[in-house]
């Protein structure tokens, strides 16, 4: 579950960020990719369902149309566990639950690239964070698992690294414990700091945080 610390960071990052958010739309079995070019992905909005009866209506039957009412309720929380923090997120559907399984279905969401201190650990090593004299740190967002086959596969035996959904749902919960509010915070990527969500997968650690003035 997101901290109130970081839905408060988001909110504020929401609020004076809205002119430069980027807003994708995929539709079912599809995927939705987020990127940034400078900075780290921020998670605004999340709709998962459908609200019309026109988008992603292409060579759709009607009776898979007529539904407008259909909504994931969560859907901003599990999208924003996946991807907040990281220069870029590749999603499908199966991040949430079917709220409306004879309707065809479409991920409309709307983000921004926040800037930000990011770091990658690969499992079994430890990153530190730390800002300057006076700041403290606020994370962005936190990943432990793996989400791809080319990060942190040195040395790492075939098979191990071929799982790209795995996915700790508390990494966020466990940084921001562990750090937010502190000038300097270590971290730890290993699996007795963070669930195990995948045994037998070679894992990483990911990580975004910004410094800040206490208020």
């Known amino acids: 579950m997101l901290s109130s610390l970081l839905r408060s960071a988001l909110l504020l990052a929401a609020v004076c960020c809205l002119t430069s958010a980027e807003s994708v739309i995929t539709c079912e079995n599809r995927m939705q990719r987020l990127s940034c070019d400078h900075g ?6 999340v709709a998962y369902g459908r609200t019309n009866r026109q988008t992603c209506s292409e060579g759709r039957p009607p009776g898979q149309l007529e539904n407008t009412e259909c909504s994931q309720k969560g859907a901003l929380e599990a999208l924003a566990n996946r991807c907040n ?5 590749e999603v ?9 399984p004879d309707t065809y279905k479409y991920t ?3 983000y921004t690239c926040l800037p930000a201190h990011h770091v990658v650990a690969c499992e079994e090593s430890e990153v530190e964070l730390f800002c300057d004299s006076g700041q403290t740190i606020a994370l962005i967002g936190a ?3 793996r989400a791809d086959r080319t990060t942190c596969i040195q040395g790492v035996p075939d098979g191990k690294f071929n799982n790209i959904t795995c996915f700790n749902p508390t990494a966020n919960q ?7 509010g502190k000038s300097r915070c270590s971290v730890y990527a290993v699996n007795s700091v963070f ?5 037998g997968t070679a894992k990483y650690m990911e990580l975004a ?4 003035y206490p208020l």
């Open 40 to 45: 780290v992905v921020s998670v605004l909005t």
């Open 195 to 199: 669930q195990d969500a995948c045994s």
């Open 174 to 180: 466990v940084v921001t414990e562990r750090c937010n």
């Open 209 to 212: 945080y910004s410094c800040e």
């Open 143 to 145: 990943f432990y698992g």
């Open 85 to 89: 923090g990281k220069k870029a997120c």
């Open 92 to 100: 499908d559907k199966a991040i949430f639950s079917d709220p409306c």
């Open 108 to 110: 409309q969401t709307t």
